[in-house]
């Protein structure tokens, strides 16, 4: 009774939490994993199977705090006293994520944190103990976005109980500990502000604002998804205009940038494709508010991939907007992505320095006193 009553108040706060993370306009993701746990303890255990759920809240892409409630059942070897004997573990817990490069595709993370855990030990005729305890908790691990909302993630966690008696023995000079691997996913949430389809297009430059572009890099500053495929996906690389008979105007293919922190330079890439050569690929950028357009020439690498950066001293605090141009040598072919009319935006958040030299402090801190005690004999 105890544990239900206290795993109701835990997500009776996350729910308070999240609603008032709405009511400031910050992102909250919902998520789940599975992977396989060990116990290290004094007696020897198994590979075991773990899931969770987390509710997880960002005030800024750097942090995140992290609601998890998992289940894992542990096992023993063979030739444990325990063996054919299980513990089963249901930890609540309340972690601090530091996110590294939140606006990457990659964004590696650590965190550290602690809670509660519900523990039983049993086989399959008797019931050797139960209880409640708390732990503590450290871990890292790589999130990948494959879209704006969706993130998954690879990473590994270390809990360090504050209790010996999950495995029934008290004969060591540390407590139990618990480790996993795991993998799994986090759909994000955020407030819909003023992009009511949440595809990165403000209502403003977005020609349909309730329905979402289909982001595949050909034409999505417009907020229209094209009914038909892109050139690219109509065609091979090696001939991407066979179905741009004319030639008319250059095919550029760009991922928009939307995010981005103050005062680091934007790395922008495009493909261009055209059946004359170019005269120019290049992105025209302004800070938001001001009057008039820079440019930065788009170098040309090679297999139609041409990449330059936008410098960072003009991503200010209030916002950057952009486009990339391609103009063929006869001036009349000129491919976009992105106009001066309808730019696209990019939301610059402060900077993560502190965040990153904190985090990579905190994470060699924690998981070095992990390894420590994992590796090290018990007496």
């Known amino acids: 009774m105890k544990t239900k009553c206290l795993m109701v108040m835990g997500l009776c706060l996350i729910f308070s ?36 759920g987390h509710l997880r809240i960002l005030p800024i892409p750097y942090f995140a705090i992290n609601g998890e409630l998992g289940y894992s059942r542990l096992t023993y070897s063979n030739t444990a006293a325990l063996a054919g004997a299980r513990t089963e573990i249901i930890p609540f817990e309340l972690s ?18 602690g809670g509660g855990v519900y523990f039983s030990t049993k086989d399959n005729t008797t019931k050797y103990q139960d209880g409640l305890d708390s732990f503590l908790k450290t871990g890292g691990g790589l999130e990948f976005r ?5 993130a998954l993630n690879l990473g590994a966690s270390f809990r360090y109980s504050l209790t ?12 139990d500990q618990v480790l996993d691997v795991h993998a799994g996913f986090t759909y994000y949430f955020s407030k819909a502000g003023d992009d009511r389809d949440r595809d990165a297009i403000p209502d403003e430059y ?72 170019l005269r120019v690929v290049a992105a025209l950028y302004r800070p938001i508010g001001t009057p008039n357009w820079n440019v930065v020439r788009l170098d040309d690498q090679g297999a139609n991939q041409y ?11 209030s916002g950057l ?25 990019v939301k610059v958040l402060p900077s993560g320095k502190l965040w990153r030299i904190a985090g990579g402090v905190a994470g060699a801190t ?12 018990q007496n």
Request: glycine share 10%; proline share 7%.
């Open 164 to 175: 010996e008696a999950f495995d029934n023995t008290f004969q060591g000079d540390e407590k």
């Open 17 to 52: 939490v999240s609603k008032s993370a709405f009511a400031r306009d910050w992102v909250f993701g919902l998520g789940f994993q599975t992977g396989v746990s060990r116990i290290e303890a004094d007696i020897d255990g198994k590979l075991s199977p773990i899931v969770s």
């Open 96 to 113: 601090g994520i530091i996110n590294f490069l939140p606006f990457k595709k990659v964004n590696p993370y650590i965190f550290i944190g």
């Open 146 to 150: 494959v879209t704006p909302a969706v």
């Open 206 to 277: 977005d020609l349909m604002p309730e329905i979402a572009e289909d982001r595949d890099g050909y034409m999505d500053h417009d907020g229209i998804p094209e009914k038909n495929a892109s050139p690219l996906a109509m065609s091979t690389l090696d001939s991407p205009m066979e179905n741009n008979a004319d030639g008319s105007s250059p095919i550029v293919m760009h991922h928009l940038v939307t995010k981005a922190e103050l005062g680091s330079g934007i790395p922008i890439k495009a493909q261009v494709y055209s059946n004359v050569s």
């Open 366 to 377: 924690a998981i070095g006193i992990a390894s420590y005690i994992v590796i090290r004999k």
């Open 307 to 317: 990449q330059g950066e936008i410098p960072g001293y003009a991503v200010t605090s």
């Open 321 to 345: 907007e952009y486009c990339v141009v391609a103009v063929d040598e006869t001036l009349s072919g000129v491919g976009y992505s992105g106009l001066p009319s309808k730019p696209v935006t």
